[in-house]
């Protein structure tokens, strides 16, 4: 976005069924409206030109038709036709059930839309049942990765991108604080790390892990160098 492209998000539930602070922003039976105006704001703060709500239950992704679901994430796909799509790991990061179902229906969807799964036309133009490999050149998918054991990763695994996002950290931050309803939760994954005050990194070794974020390569072709500045080859 900063350096000129566009970004979509797709939303899979509208949290209605999350925490709140001690002191709750809303009414229960509201949570779900106003997590879902708070995305928006957030969406606007880092600039993504698409939001998607696909309106699933919090908390019963599990259940959901699978083909119906995989079907609406591929439809955005093959609209908007990405370099790179992000998504959970098959962990859910930290397992979360509805975390680790959004990896696999994206993953599902990826495939389909730009992988094994992809329909190949025959000679004749028309549809066949062959499929073919990703392109050499095409898409990739990542999944949001923690930290390299260090904080540091091999300079040459091309299959872990260390992006540098410390000129966007405050940017960052405004969006995360726009979700009221989880404030708390933003206070107690950054607390130690980040002034919310002085809107700044507590220190330099706070700036030095605040200021990358890591994704693995699950699907694409490798980087032709180590990827420290976009998921995106420069």
Known sequence: MSA???AALICATRGERGSQPPDPVCLPSELG???????????????????VQLGYP???????????????IAREMERWRPGAVVTFGPDGVYGHPDHVAVSLLTTAAFDRVSGEDRPR?????????????????GPRLWYVSLPPYGG????????????????HLETKMRALLCHRTQRHNVERAFGGLYDFERRRPVDDEAAAVLGREYFRLARGPLPRLPLEESLLDP
Not at 33 to 51: F, Y
Not at 121 to 137: I, K, V
């Open 4 to 6: 000129g492209g566009e």
């Open 33 to 51: 409206k106003v997590r879902t105006a708070e995305l928006e704001d957030a969406c606007r703060v880092i600039g993504v030109s698409r939001l």
């Open 58 to 72: 919090d908390g019963g992704l599990a259940d959901v038709d699978v083909e119906e679901a995989v079907g609406a």
């Open 121 to 137: 036309p025959d000679r004749g133009g028309s549809r066949s049942g062959a499929r073919e490999a990703p392109d050499a050149t």
């Open 152 to 167: 540091r990763r091999r300079p040459s695994d091309r299959k872990v991108a260390a992006i540098d996002i410390l000129p």
